[in-house]
């Protein structure tokens, strides 16, 4: 089957540090570009970043405001997508999706989140 | 930033009602918009892209239309499961913008 399924997420402290991952399966997950989508609860969906794949020296892109806390990295040989979020603040509440990017352009799979609390 | 704004962001319907949701993007991004549908506590699911391509597998009662800056997406017949929040989203630069979303009510 194919599909992508997150983990990771936890009640986190204000500064904490937390790393989400994505196991993807059913699919060459080497030749997709890989995305992190969030949405705080009640919210809208926010993108956090992208990765790209191997041919592309899997360099990355991020929304501004996460630059420097949030880093997205991948591991083609575990077929699997990491988040890692440091200095948490109370607003990264949110459920975090992981989606794939089909050729370099949308999103055709999502999987189905998961819930990052960061609360004292 | 290309900002998106989408209009309205509720409705209500009937079930066979024919519904329109309007998408505006703060600049040009040629065809480069994506459609999503996400149900309470679900996933959001990939509808259209390219502004007016179906994903594989969504039935042909979702309609995508428009180019540049204005855009629509039309639902034909509302069924009972397609009472839901609808995105859209550009994917012509970074970084990738979303609109606030259109809940569709009975």
């Known amino acids: 089957e194919v599909q992508l399924v997150e983990s990771g997420g936890d009640l986190v402290q204000p500064g904490g540090s937390l790393r989400l991952s994505c196991a993807a399966s059913g699919f060459s997950f080497s030749d997709h570009y890989m995305d992190w989508v969030r949405q705080a609860p009640g919210k809208g969906l926010e993108w956090v970043g992208r990765?790209?794949?191997?041919?592309?020296?899997?360099?990355?892109e991020y929304a501004a405001s996460l630059k420097g806390r949030f880093t997205i990295s991948r591991d083609d040989s575990k077929n699997s997508l990491y988040l890692q979020m440091n200095s948490l603040k109370t607003e990264d509440t949110a459920v975090y999706y992981c989606?794939?990017?089909?050729?370099?352009?949308?999103?055709?799979?999502w999987g189905r989140g998961t819930l990052v609390t960061v609360s004292s | 930033d290309i900002q998106m704004t989408q209009s309205p962001s509720s409705l209500s319907a009937s079930v066979g009602d024919r519904v329109t949701i309007t998408c505006r993007a703060s600049?040009?991004?040629?065809?480069?918009l994506a459609w999503f549908q996400q149900k309470p506590g679900k996933a959001p699911k990939s509808l259209i892209y390219a502004a007016s391509s179906l994903q594989s597998g969504v039935p042909s009662k979702f309609t995508g239309s428009g180019s540049g800056t204005d855009f629509t997406l039309t639902i034909s017949s509302l069924q009972p499961e397609d009472f839901a929040t609808y995105y859209c989203?550009?994917?012509?630069?970074?970084?990738?913008?979303f609109g606030g979303g259109t809940k569709v009510e009975i």
């Open positions: 600049q040009g991004i040629s065809n480069y």
């Open positions: 990765i790209r794949k191997k041919g592309n020296s899997y360099t990355t």
């Open positions: 989203q550009q994917y012509n630069s970074y970084p990738l913008t």
């Open positions: 989606a794939r990017v089909k050729g370099t352009a949308d999103f055709d799979l």
